[in-house]
């Protein structure tokens, strides 16, 4: 069965560390995705990338960076956690060009305090 | 801004009714996507409808697409327990690249 898997399920930081989110998938996707999701707010994408070293900015990008060195594999890095970065993290994955859907992680629920 | 807004945002019926919930969107489109998230979970793929479909069914799902009113609709016949999530309408907009812009999303809750 095809998997995103998400590193961790919950996930406690202290305002100011930097904060590694993990994502792997096994189905050779060259798309990947992280969004949050917050109640009332839907799911917002904050980074994408279409290949290996490749990424870009999606609509809330402010405080985040992501890395994707290899194909499977795309880290969400939040670089000063604050606490309004407390939220559900979603990572998808998906097969290039238009007419395809998305697989999702399990989510991260992470709390800054 | 959101792309996509489902309507109603909580629905309560019975198992066995259909349950309808509608999606509204902005800009023009290459396909419309449902999603459903169980509790706390990740979202999974139900169906996708593209800019040049007007129905599409798979299974106990029904979904159109009004693409003149920017609109769709997903119903789902013979409701069950199990049905009970949240259903969110994802678009994927004309030059997107494939960037799935998703909505607010209705809860549905199914009642033995």
């Known amino acids: 069965d095809v998997k995103v898997t998400q590193s961790s399920r919950y996930l406690v930081k202290r305002t100011g560390e930097k904060v590694f989110l993990e994502c792997v998938q096994d189905m050779d996707h060259e798309n990947m995705f992280w969004y949050r999701q917050d109640p009332g707010l839907g799911l917002r994408l904050i980074y994408f990338?279409?290949?290996?070293?490749?990424?870009e900015k999606g609509d809330i990008p402010e405080g985040y960076s992501v890395s994707r060195e290899k194909k499977e594999r795309f880290s969400l890095i939040l670089e000063s956690a604050s606490t309004n970065q407390t939220s559900m993290y979603l990572c998808a994955s998906s097969l290039p060009g238009q007419g395809y859907g998305y697989t999702f992680g399990s989510g991260t629920r992470l709390t800054v305090v | 801004s959101q792309q996509g807004e489902e309507d109603p945002q909580a629905l309560s019926i019975q198992e066995g009714e259909n349950a309808t919930m509608n999606c509204s969107y902005k800009?023009?489109?290459?396909?419309l996507q449902w999603y459903r998230q169980n509790s706390g979970r990740g979202l999974v793929h139900l169906i996708l409808?593209?800019?040049?479909?007007r129905e599409k069914h798979s299974g106990r799902l029904r979904v159109t697409l009004d693409t003149s009113k920017k609109s769709s609709s997903l119903l789902i016949t013979a409701s069950r327990a199990a049905d009970t999530a949240s259903y969110f309408c994802?678009?994927?907009?004309?030059?997107?690249?494939?960037?799935?812009?998703f909505g607010t999303g209705t809860q549905l809750k199914v009642e033995l």
């Open positions: 800009t023009s489109i290459n396909n």
């Open positions: 990338s279409y290949d290996v070293k490749m990424k």
């Open positions: 994802a678009t994927d907009r004309t030059g997107g690249g494939n960037k799935l812009t």
């Open positions: 409808i593209r800019s040049n479909e």
